[in-house]
């Protein structure tokens, strides 16, 4: 089995993301892999275990995303990859889908790809779909459960109404939630491994593509307003009768 | 303008934020409905009693059940031929795949979670709609435009109005051909023990860290620390349960209480959950982190309920109790059991 677990780097999400100046900022919180994609390598690294094989970690960024792929790394992936460019910063998820197809045909391909669920930053959550659409590959979106029979992956999607079993052809691009069970913590040895690694670098004349044009574009950065609002504290002698006056308090503003 | 309307259904069962969806649409001008799937009569006929002007229908074996790829090439194809300025869609699990592969075959983008729209003078050129939407988890939100067309977009329930229903109505029925590039099979399914649908709640109680600390309770023998936790945290949640149930709302709960175990990631609000906006939000034992407040901010009425008196929830809630919610929040739902004549 040829695993590609797709990642990507983001602010903490203790950070004290804020709009300022038109740009985002996060003070001096760390950068780190994307939450999501912690159960994402975690997906890959139980496939593996199971059936042999390899999990490559590939993520577009600035040279500081070499940390995250470190990460996956240091949880027992394989390899790493890095695609970063000059010409990626105003990148799309339709663009980024691009640019990972177009890495994953020069890695030589594989069997799946495993993506979080959404990015931390973004949150669209497009960019698993797009890339398996980019592809032509089934998409497996939101799996909780997967398990890999000769040629074919079933998973099971966790969705709104409840959990759906999935059938597809490998190769597949499949999407993971949490129920895929906590990612591992870095082992000692896998740290030492990590940071003695040597990441490739490529570009994007290196992956044979070139950067299009974003189709969606940011025009306005705002910070959400946060007004206070005036509180009005519900006291009494007992539970029941603080109870019965937020009662009264609820009923009145007719919104049950 | 013609916007296309995704209805996105399960089993027959329509995602609200649908037609919410359509009367957005409205708002710009023609609204074309697209009801894939077989046996959609009904929903046919809710499509034009909620103000759709043409229905076109795709009622194919193929596309029984879900399944993104198919379901893609055929929204594609229609919206090759028919040309719409405007896709919307209600933001599900499925319409996030579905839009996202669509918007790889059309060459356009995809706004997901769009709580605003502003129209320029000209809604002839796509890169007049302006979307606002949430990004860093609500922390920050930006305005965006689609240079593609047509502009796709998804919308969380209860951003905008949902239009009134007038029984009777009807419009164009259109018939169209499915694509049955099916890549995948579905093989089975089960409903889950607790639906939670927190974007379509009208009211939503939700458990913090709080709900798990009630040292009164004795968790039962040959528990350790951790299960000891959990244990005490599901018998707060009971009674958060029980005081949303009798208010026809949903469960919610907050990062700490997913992290701990205490409820599944559904019922997770802000953060890397949801964001969500019913009438009534009741917070219990939730001391309000940024992540969370944002989450839950634009309810209509929040009440917090909180044994500290300087939780920050305090500042964005209409009404607080600082007390023990193992008190209190039973004791309303006997109140409101009463009040509401239940």
Redesign the interface.
């Known amino acids: 089995m040829k695993i590609i677990a797709c990642i990507k780097q983001v602010?903490d999400?203790e950070a004290?993301?804020?709009?300022e100046d038109g740009k985002?900022t996060w003070g001096d919180a760390p950068l780190v892999i994307n939450?999501?994609d912690e159960y994402a390598v975690e997906g890959a690294l139980q496939q593996k275990e199971a059936l042999g094989g390899t999990v490559t970690a590939l993520c577009i960024g600035p040279e500081s995303a070499r940390d995250a792929l470190k990460h996956a790394l240091a949880m027992g992936a394989d390899d790493a990859v890095l695609v970063s460019d000059a010409a990626l910063t105003e990148l799309?998820?339709?663009g980024a889908?691009r640019v990972l197809a177009a890495a994953i045909n020069k890695i030589g391909g594989a069997d799946m790809i495993v993506f979080g669920r959404q990015t931390?930053?973004?949150?669209?959550?497009?960019?698993?779909?797009?890339t398996?659409?980019?592809l032509g590959?089934?998409?497996?979106?939101?799996a909780g459960q997967i398990k890999v029979d000769g040629g074919s992956v079933?998973v099971e999607?966790?969705?709104?109404?409840?959990?759906?079993?999935?059938?597809?052809?490998l190769p597949a691009v499949l999407s993971v939630?949490?129920?895929i069970g906590e990612p591992r913590y870095p082992s000692f040895m896998g740290i030492r491994k990590a940071s003695k690694a040597t990441i490739p670098v490529w570009s994007l004349t290196d992956v044979n593509t070139a950067a299009s044009?974003?189709?969606?574009?940011?025009?306005?950065?705002?910070?959400?307003p946060?007004q206070?609002?005036e509180?009005?504290?519900?006291?009494g002698e007992s539970?029941?009768e603080?109870?019965?006056k937020?009662?009264?308090?609820?009923?009145a503003?007719k919104?049950? | 303008m013609k916007t296309f309307v995704y209805i996105d259904h399960f089993k027959g069962e329509v995602q609200p934020a649908s037609w919410e969806a359509l009367g957005l649409a409205k708002s710009f001008g023609t609204a074309v409905v697209l009801v894939f799937g077989t046996g959609t009569d009904e929903i046919t006929k809710a499509a034009f009693e909620y103000g759709a002007d043409e229905v076109i229908v795709v009622d194919d074996s193929a596309l029984t059940d879900y399944r993104a790829e198919p379901y893609a090439s055929t929204l594609s194809a229609l919206a090759s031929s028919s040309t719409p300025d405007l896709i919307l869609f209600p933001a599900t699990a499925r319409t996030r795949e579905l839009a996202a592969m669509s918007a790889v075959d059309l060459n356009t983008g995809v706004l997901t979670d769009v709580a605003k729209f502003e129209m320029n003078s000209d809604p002839s050129t796509a890169l007049r709609m302006v979307a606002t939407r949430p990004i860093y988890e609500g922390k920050v939100l930006e305005k965006t435009v689609c240079s593609g067309k047509p502009v796709m977009a998804t919308i969380p329930g209860r951003a905008f109005p949902k239009p009134e229903r007038v029984a009777g109505k009807t419009g164009t029925l259109t018939k169209a051909a499915a694509k049955t590039d099916a890549l995948t099979t579905v093989q089975g399914y089960s409903a889950s023990e607790s639906a939670v649908n927190l974007g379509d709640a009208g009211v939503i109680v939700s458990g913090g860290r709080g709900v798990s600390n009630n040292p009164s309770l004795t968790p039962p023998a040959g528990m350790d620390e951790k299960q000891a936790e959990i244990w005490r945290a599901q018998q707060g949640f009971a009674l958060i349960t029980d005081l949303a149930v009798l208010l026809g709302g949903a469960v919610g709960a907050s990062r700490a209480a997913v992290d701990g175990g205490y409820v599944t990631y559904a019922h997770q609000v802000g953060q890397t959950g949801k964001v969500v906006a019913p009438d009534l939000y009741i917070a219990c034992g939730i001391s309000g982190a940024i992540q969370h407040l944002v989450g839950m901010r634009n309810s209509k009425v929040i009440v917090a309920i909180n044994k500290d008196a300087d939780a920050p929830v305090f500042k964005q809630a209409r009404y607080g109790v600082v007390g023990d919610l193992f008190q209190i929040i039973p004791a309303l739902t006997e109140a409101m059991k009463k009040k509401l004549g239940k």
């Open positions: 602010p999400s004290k993301v804020k709009a985002v939450p999501f799309d998820t339709v889908a931390l930053d973004n949150g669209a959550g497009l960019t698993p779909a797009q398996a659409r980019v590959w089934p998409m497996l979106g939101l079933t999607r966790v969705i709104e109404e409840g959990r759906q079993t999935v059938n597809a052809k939630v949490q129920s044009a974003p189709i969606i574009s940011r025009v306005e950065l705002m910070n959400p946060m206070e609002k509180v009005e504290m519900i006291t539970p029941a603080i109870a019965d937020l009662a009264d308090k609820i009923l503003e919104v049950l």
